[in-house]
DNA sequence: CTGCAAACGATCATCGTCAATCAAAATTGC
DNA sequence: GCAATTTTGATTGACGATGATCGTTTGCAG
């Protein structure tokens, strides 16, 4: 077990828990108790997570398992920076009357903050998107029927029958796992299944995904690269891939960040 | 259980009876009895409740400024007192395990409060009460699919097919605008015909209703009162009502208030 | 007003957790 | 293959949390 894997298991457990102990913690990566205190240290530095004596809880309102801003708020797994900065630029890409859709996802939810001004018609399958946009901005908002699931904040759904059958969309801005020659890539397949049928409904599909996304791994293909009309990212991303993309006719476009802050050293 | 474990469970104790002894705590947590007292001590420095001889009481309402309190926690229109007592009342017909419904609604959402230690399966339209149950309480929450609309917070759709039509369900506990000899009423035709849409979906209909609402008026029927099984209201309803219901086979339960009966102004 | 029982705050011993340090192991670069 | 760097694991003294016990205060009833 890697770095990368023990961290992505803490803020997994702490999304679903809100707590976590170091001693579970022990129990459930096998690492040792100091390794873990040092990962702690380091997801709070980064403002994933608040240390408490004896283990960590979740950064944002503490107690209230919120799940608006807890999800996301601080718990952006990889460079905030990058995803707010393709967040900004899919968003300008949307007018007032547009239908579109949002699939679940920490991207689409920053792209559902810049989103205050607008006066569309969403339809989301994310409980947080879905409370952002009716609180703070003046869209329309759909939801699918389905079960809400609590980690995530996902509504998923396994039967066809769902009043969103009745949608129709200009744009899907999508947020994936991972975006690979394949096509575009989800890690759970209930997941995967939703998004195809969000995608159903869609006429064009826009994939935003920060650079970080063209190395990830996968393996659910939610659609083929030949589906997608717009790719968002940034700076960060393989030439190959934007070539490749490029080449299959689809747009790319490239979100300037407003600064860049490599924060991997320390 | 540590430190934080404790303190969401008196907090959560705190919001359902408003009130919390030490010894009960003591009893609930497995603690000893000093660290309750610093317990106690150190969320009211933290303003979280008020401490008085023998335990603590809420401070007040702790505005999250959401969507979930802003609604009802507060804004309670009509006595709030007897509705929670209701809602007390209502909680206590489920057990583990069962499907229920509950549509929107003040006095549902005060139920919604009180199910935070249940583990059962509830379909609701309400986005308040989702946001409740998957936020502090271990209940899978189900959602049909539609528009979300901003003022109540309630989902509505005016189509028929949802994934809702795969729910099943043992009770509807529904908050309801009147009770009348004609019926269950509501104000709105978009609002009750979403209620009679998650009552085709329940096999025993249990009205929750305050006494104030014999007196309401409306004008659409969702169902008849030969539809519904039980009638969960307080002392204040009409004996006349009481003795219709009783008459039409529907079960007329009271609930007690809880201990002060603080009638200033009535 | 007085007595009693419950509850409170303070203190202290015990235990678990924390942060710092150093050694071992894995990874990387040459 | 060897050395430098990073990551991990163990040890230790310090700190915080817990629970028991004390004497004191509060609330209640007679």
Same mark, same amino acid.
């Given at each position: 077990?890697?770095?990368?894997?023990?961290?992505? =298991?803490?803020?997994?457990? =702490?999304?679903?828990?809100?707590?976590?102990?170091?001693?579970?913690?022990?129990?459930?990566?096998?690492?040792?108790?100091?390794?873990?205190?040092?990962?702690?240290?380091?997801?709070?530095?980064?403002? /994933?997570?608040?240390?408490?004596?004896?283990?960590?809880?979740?950064?944002?309102?503490?107690? /209230?398992?919120?799940?608006?801003?807890?999800?996301?708020? #601080?718990?952006?797994?990889?460079?905030?920076?990058?995803?707010?900065?393709?967040?900004?630029?899919?968003?300008?890409?949307?007018?007032?009357?547009?239908? $579109? $859709?949002?699939?679940?996802?920490?991207?689409?939810?920053?792209?559902?903050?810049?989103?205050? /001004?607008?006066? &569309? /018609?969403? =339809?989301?399958?994310?409980?947080?998107?879905?409370?952002? =946009?009716?609180?703070?901005?003046?869209?329309?908002?759909?939801? +699918?029927?389905?079960?809400?699931?609590?980690?995530?904040?996902?509504?998923?759904?396994?039967?066809?029958?769902?009043?969103?059958?009745?949608?129709?969309?200009?744009? &899907?801005?999508?947020?994936?796992?991972?975006?690979? +020659?394949? *096509?575009?890539?989800?890690?759970?397949?209930?997941?995967?299944? #939703?998004? !195809?049928?969000?995608?159903?409904?869609?006429?064009?599909? $826009?994939?935003?995904?920060?650079?970080?996304?063209?190395?990830?791994?996968?393996? &659910?293909?939610?659609?083929?690269? @030949?589906?997608?009309?717009?790719?968002?990212?940034?700076?960060? @991303?393989?030439?190959? &891939?934007?070539?490749?993309?490029?080449?299959? *006719?689809?747009?790319?476009? $490239?979100?300037? !960040?407003?600064?860049?802050?490599?924060?991997? #050293?320390?």
């Amino acid at each position: 077990m890697h770095e990368r894997e023990r961290w992505q =298991l803490i803020l997994n457990r =702490l999304r679903e828990r809100g707590i976590v102990r170091v001693n579970d913690l022990a129990g459930l990566t096998g690492a040792s108790l100091a390794t873990l205190r040092r990962d702690l240290a380091r997801l709070e530095d980064q403002g /994933q997570l608040r240390r408490v004596h004896g283990g960590a809880e979740t950064a944002e309102v503490s107690g /209230q398992g919120d799940l608006t801003a807890a999800s996301f708020g #601080a718990s952006q797994t990889t460079n905030a920076e990058a995803k707010l900065a393709v967040a900004r630029k899919a968003a300008s890409l949307c007018s007032d009357g547009d239908s $579109i $859709i949002l699939n679940a996802g920490s991207t689409t939810w920053f792209m559902a903050q810049c989103l205050r /001004q607008h006066r &569309m /018609q969403v =339809l989301t399958n994310s409980f947080p998107i879905a409370q952002e =946009l009716i609180a703070n901005s003046g869209n329309r908002v759909v939801l +699918p029927g389905g079960e809400l699931y609590r980690e995530p904040g996902i509504i998923l759904s396994p039967f066809e029958e769902d009043a969103i059958q009745h949608f129709a969309a200009g744009k &899907m801005f999508m947020s994936c796992y991972a975006i690979t +020659p394949m *096509g575009v890539i989800e890690s759970d397949p209930l997941i995967a299944r #939703a998004e !195809a049928k969000l995608l159903s409904r869609a006429e064009k599909l $826009i994939v935003i995904a920060d650079s970080s996304k063209f190395e990830a791994r996968g393996n &659910m293909v939610v659609c083929p690269l @030949a589906r997608v009309s717009t790719v968002v990212t940034d700076a960060g @991303a393989p030439a190959d &891939m934007v070539d490749h993309l490029r080449g299959l *006719g689809v747009e790319v476009l $490239i979100a300037e !960040a407003e600064r860049e802050t490599k924060l991997s #050293a320390a």
